[in-house]
C-alpha cells in the first residue's frame, strides 16, 4: 500500500486486509480497513465497478453486525445500482442478495429475508459448487430459519456446514458452525448436547478470540 503498486492491486489489497480480520474475527480492525478501502476505490474511479463492489461487501456486513442501518442500507442502495450490471460477478450478485437478506432480517422481515438468502445459496451452488462460499451462505439461512423457530432445518443445515469445515480442516469455521448448532440444541432445549458441541471448540475459538469466542462462551454458560 505504500509502494508504487497501480490503484488496482491497492483496491485488491484493502480487499483482502479486511477479510484477514474478518477471519479472526477481529471486526472493529475489519471495518477499519473496509473503510479505508471503500475510500480508497471512491477515490481511485480507475479501479472499477467489480474492486468497487468487492470493497463495499465487508463494510455493508459489519454495519448490519453493530445495528449501523443507516450506513448499511445507503451501501445497500449503491451496490445495488452497480450489482444491476451485466459484468457484475455471480459471487457479488450472491453476497449482494444476501445482504439483502441479512437486512431484511435485522428490521424483522423474515420471510423476506429467508427468500433472499436461499436465492444468495442457489447463485453460489450454481456457479461454484459446494464450496466455502456456498457454506458462508448457508450458514446465514440457518440463522433465520433459527429466528422462525425451525430448529430441524437449521440443525440440518449446520450439520452439513459442519461436516465440511471439519473435511477441510478449517479450526475457526468449525467453531462457528459448532457454536451455530448449539444454538439449536439449546433453543430445542438439548443443552447437553449444546455443551457437547461447545466442549469440543472451545480451545479453538480460544485461538481464535474475538466475536467467536464471546459467542461460544455465551452459549456455553447459557447450556
Request: aromatic share 8%.
Amino acid at each position: 500500500l505504500e509502494g508504487e503498486a497501480s490503484a488496482s492491486l491497492k483496491a485488491t489489497t484493502y480487499y483482502h486486509l479486511t477479510y484477514l480480520y474478518i477471519a479472526q474475527e477481529k471486526l472493529s480492525e475489519a471495518l477499519e480497513w473496509g473503510e479505508r478501502g471503500l475510500a480508497f476505490v471512491r477515490a481511485h474511479p480507475e479501479c472499477g465497478k467489480l474492486l468497487t463492489i468487492y470493497n463495499m461487501v465487508s463494510p455493508c456486513n459489519i454495519y448490519l453486525v453493530f445495528g449501523r442501518m443507516d450506513e448499511a442500507e445507503e451501501l445497500l442502495r449503491q451496490m445495488g445500482e452497480l450489482i444491476g450490471e451485466e459484468d457484475s460477478l455471480p459471487s457479488q450478485r450472491a453476497e449482494y442478495t444476501q445482504l439483502c437478506g441479512i437486512c431484511a432480517m435485522n428490521q424483522g422481515r423474515l420471510e423476506e429475508a429467508l427468500s433472499e438468502c436461499r436465492k444468495s445459496v442457489e447463485l453460489v451452488l450454481e456457479y461454484y459448487g459446494k464450496t466455502d462460499i456456498y457454506y458462508i451462505e448457508l450458514s446465514q439461512t440457518g440463522t433465520i430459519l433459527i429466528y422462525l423457530k425451525r430448529y430441524p432445518e437449521a440443525v440440518e443445515i449446520y450439520e452439513e456446514a459442519l461436516a465440511y469445515a471439519k473435511a477441510q480442516q478449517n479450526g475457526p469455521m468449525t467453531a462457528k458452525m459448532s457454536n451455530n448448532l448449539a444454538v439449536c440444541y439449546l433453543e430445542m432445549e438439548q443443552p447437553q448436547e449444546a455443551l457437547r458441541l461447545l466442549d469440543e471448540v472451545t480451545a479453538q475459538a480460544r485461538k481464535t478470540g474475538g466475536v467467536l469466542l464471546g459467542e461460544v462462551m455465551r452459549n456455553r454458560a447459557r447450556a
